[in-house]
Structure formats: C-alpha cells, structure tokens
C-alpha cells in the first residue's frame, strides 16, 4: 500500500511561483510513474505532468508548458512541481498521482492508470 501526501499550496499574485511537495510513505516512488493533476471547481480533473519509470522522461501539459517543472528525488522519496509564472488559471486542487505500471508515453496523461492519489492541496492565483 502507498501513502501519498500533498504540500506546498496556498495563495499567490498573478506572476508568482510556488513548489508542491508529494510525499510517499510505503514504498519506494523511485519505481513508480508519478502525476500532478488539478481540478478546478466545477470542472473535471485534468492532467498537469507526469516523471515515468523506468528512466525519468518528463511530461507536460501545452497550458503549463516551460512553466511548470516536474522531479523527482529519491532519497527524500519525493516528487515535486515547481510552478512559475503562475496564472489566474492554474487556480484549483492539485492531486499527486502513482502507478506501478509501465506506462507508454501518451499513458502518462491518463487519469484512469493511476491507483495511487493523495488528498490534494489547493492552489489559488488571486490578486
């Protein structure tokens, strides 16, 4: 079983940047394929960016592109998301997402193969 904790939300100006932490407890993520997901209210869940295992390929979505950086660092058993640039848009709850499984690269940005989520921590971009 894997526990997966989120961190590092709040509320930010237009402009500005913040880091989510994604805490695991239960197994090691170094062997997983991870994602940041976010949902807006009264909107479906949609995906933001994924590190796939084996190796550590990169994934983003075209909305967050050359903003937003994913990674992963082992020893803390941890991924993160550093958002720059943030937008009135981004606002929402961001959920940390694991599988297990192998996936193809168009497989990263699919919700449905992800078993693993945390709680989700709320993200605001608000003047």
């Known amino acids: 079983q894997v526990q997966l904790v989120e961190s590092g939300g709040g509320l930010v100006q237009p402009g500005g940047s913040l880091r989510l932490s994604c805490t695991a407890s239960?197994?090691?993520?170094?062997?997983?394929?991870m994602a940041w997901f976010r949902q807006a209210p009264g909107k479906d869940r949609e995906y933001v960016a994924g590190?796939?295992?084996?190796?550590?390929?990169?994934y983003y979505a075209d909305s967050v592109k050359g903003r937003f950086t994913i990674s992963r660092d082992t020893a803390k058993n941890t991924v993160y998301l550093q958002m720059n640039s943030l937008k009135p848009e981004d606002t929402g709850v961001y959920y940390c997402?694991?599988?297990?499984?192998?996936?193809?690269?168009?497989?990263?940005?699919?919700?449905?193969?992800?078993?693993?989520w945390g709680q989700g921590t709320q993200v605001t971009v608000s003047s």
């Open positions: 239960g197994r090691t993520l170094s062997t997983f394929t």
């Open positions: 590190i796939r295992y084996p190796g550590a390929s990169t």
């Open positions: 997402a694991a599988t297990f499984r192998r996936l193809i690269t168009s497989q990263v940005r699919d919700i449905t193969e992800f078993n693993y």
